[in-house]
């Protein structure tokens, strides 16, 4: 099973992609058997190249899925200020 963490924008200054891995941890589980997977998402995770030729993360609000797969609905919603 893998997990991933991916986000988007809506209000970026540029066109940015729909959607962009962030972050991914591959773990083996057995039938029945649970595990907490954890990652970090800060502002160097949020960075990338803006209209002014720099990387930035500018003060929007993203929403953060995560999940086993791209389709997944478990989605929180924070803001970069």
């Known amino acids: 099973m893998s997990n991933f ?3 988007f924008s809506k209000k970026a200054s540029i066109v940015r992609p729909v959607k962009e891995l962030k972050g991914f941890q591959k773990i ?14 800060n502002k160097e ?6 209209e002014n030729r720099k990387r930035e ?4 609000d993203f929403q953060l899925f995560i999940g086993g797969d791209s ?4 989605m929180k919603k924070i803001t970069v200020e």
């Open 45 to 50: 995770v949020l960075q990338f190249y803006t």
């Open 71 to 74: 389709l997944t609905k478990m």
């Open 57 to 60: 993360v500018e003060t929007v």
């Open 28 to 41: 083996q589980l057995n039938a029945g058997e649970t595990k907490t997977v954890s990652f970090t998402i």
């Open 5 to 7: 963490t991916r986000y």
